[in-house]
């Protein structure tokens, strides 16, 4: 996929492992079936390079909810890798935030340590509140606090 722009002499820069981690991130973000088929087309001899290891990484992450850990790789991420883990980003914060207010359920969490699970940064309060609310999730922005027993009510609730 996106290592054949690399391999038509398209003349851009970057190493083949790159190209191919790059093919991983986008086939993750379209699909189960195209994910199989990038990852079998890998070859072995490149599995341990740093951008392929990422790669696979984020994708294990992605698959299996741990958004902790995507959010870490996601500060990691070299070149423009990023860039295609943005795809891959909403899965990723619905996954992370439902579990949040299942492991939490029924105390209160701090909106801005929710924020630094998810991913969002100091300077992204305006999209955060405005997924918190897209998302039902229950919000006193006094105590900067979120309700996680009245975000499940509301979530449930489909407000």
Not at 40 to 69: I, W
Not at 106 to 123: A, C, K, N, S, Y
Request: glycine share 6%; charged share 15%.
């Amino acid at each position: 996929m996106v290592l054949s722009c690399w391999i038509v002499g398209l003349q851009v820069h970057g190493s083949v492992a790159e190209f191919y981690a790059y093919g991983v991130l986008q086939a993750a973000a379209l699909g189960t079936a195209l994910l199989s088929q990038e990852t079998m087309q890998l070859p072995r001899n490149r599995l341990d390079e740093p951008a392929l290891v990422h790669a696979l990484s984020v994708v294990s992450a992605a698959r299996t909810g741990q958004y902790c850990k995507f959010m870490s790789l996601y500060g990691s991420a070299p070149r423009m890798a990023a860039y295609l883990m943005d795809q891959l980003l909403p899965q990723v914060r619905a996954s992370g935030l439902a579990t949040m207010l299942s492991a939490y359920y029924p105390t209160r969490l701090p909106v801005d340590w929710v924020m630094l699970q998810l991913g969002f940064g100091e300077d992204q309060q305006d999209e955060a509140a405005n997924y918190f609310a897209a998302c039902g999730v229950v919000v006193d922005w006094t105590s900067r606090e979120i309700d996680t027993k009245a975000s499940r009510a509301a979530r449930a609730a489909g407000l």
